[in-house]
């Protein structure tokens, strides 16, 4: 995975950690239940001590200044193991969940054979818990073989990565789209000229909409509405005629129009590389393989930087 040139920007970002590199015992039978001698060696059996518990995720969160990043997809992984052999099946339930918002709900049965499980879960909150709720089988006859047990080896909440990419993707458009509509434009340009600018704008990011994820979608309208104020200055101050001092003023107010549109498109598009930066680092030192979902997030990243670098 090709890495050069990441900076992690610290002043924008801090990490918050759950448990990090460290794995949680959810359910441990020699710990749990009661011994019992068998003819056949030790066995664990009824009654068993099991209470719920809900993990906090690790992550790498945002500041204030990149909250508009938190209200985007996000993705949750757990790498757990349950392994058991039993007299009567084993299975656990669990919920994925944000705060009291269940995002997901579901079942697993333990498995004779070790083997470290993974699930992954797309959600949109930037912080999903994954709570152990419940295990099944362990009342009545039951006997549970040495070595059985629950084990979270990781649990970890980031940026979805087809989300990302899809919102870096589409603010690299409106970014083009707005310098190639500038670049069109002359200080000196007449009245026709700065409305046909204006005009193309909106009708070339109106096709870009439907394509883009929401916050970019958001942003579009806001950028929308700037020309849409800008067209109205100019048919009030020219009405038609671009030879007054009023139009003159109105015709360069909407090249400046223009031109901070630009500049505040290019301050998110620096926002977002920042945070992905950071992310592709901070996933990339995670305990557990998380490589496609880094690769995709280090795309993204290569997208915006090229298209930063002049």
């Given at each position: 995975m090709k890495?050069?040139?990441?900076?992690?920007?610290?002043?924008?970002?801090?990490?918050?950690?759950?448990?990090?590199?460290?794995?949680?015992i959810a359910f441990d039978a020699a710990r749990d239940c009661r011994t019992q001698n068998t003819t056949t060696?030790?066995?664990?059996?009824?009654?068993?001590?099991?209470?719920?518990?809900?993990?906090?995720?690790?992550?790498?969160?945002?500041?204030?200044?990149a909250a508009d990043l938190t209200r985007g997809l996000f993705k949750s992984t757990a790498f757990y193991s349950f392994n058991c052999e039993s007299l009567r099946p084993l299975s656990l339930t669990y919920t994925i969940r944000e705060n009291d918002v269940i995002v997901e709900i579901g079942n697993v049965a333990a498995a004779a054979t070790p083997a470290l499980l993974k699930n992954s879960i797309t959600h949109s909150y930037d912080a999903a818990a994954f709570a152990i709720e419940?295990?099944?089988?362990?009342?009545?006859?039951?006997?549970?073989k040495p070595g059985c047990s629950m084990r979270v080896e990781s649990f970890a909440s980031y940026p979805e990565p087809e989300y990302f990419k899809l919102m870096a993707n589409s603010q690299i458009n409106v970014d083009n789209l707005l310098k190639n509509i500038f670049a069109s434009t002359q200080p000196d340009m007449s009245y026709a000229t700065a409305l046909g600018a204006i005009g193309n704008a909106q009708l070339l990011l109106s096709f870009l909409r439907p394509q883009s994820?929401?916050?970019?979608?958001g942003m579009i309208d806001i950028t929308v509405q700037s020309l849409i104020d800008a067209e109205s200055i100019l048919a009030q101050q020219c009405q038609a005629d671009s030879t007054t001092l009023l139009c003159s003023q109105a015709i360069a107010n909407t090249r400046a129009t223009l031109?901070?549109?630009?500049?505040?498109?290019?301050?998110?598009?620096?926002?977002?590389?920042?945070?992905?930066?950071?992310?592709?680092n901070w996933l990339a030192a995670q305990p557990q393989d998380l490589s496609t979902e880094t690769e995709k997030l280090q795309s993204a990243w290569d997208s915006l930087q090229q298209q930063l670098t002049p």
């Open positions: 890495k050069q040139g990441l900076v992690l920007i610290g002043c924008l970002l801090y990490a918050s950690a759950g448990f990090g590199s460290s794995s949680t060696g030790i066995r664990y059996v009824p009654p068993c001590d099991f209470n719920p518990q809900v993990i906090e995720p690790d992550q790498h969160k945002v500041l204030a200044s419940s295990l099944q089988g362990l009342s009545g006859i039951q006997a549970l994820d929401p916050l970019t979608q031109l901070a549109e630009i500049i505040g498109n290019e301050q998110r598009l620096i926002e977002l590389r920042d945070y992905l930066a950071s992310q592709v």
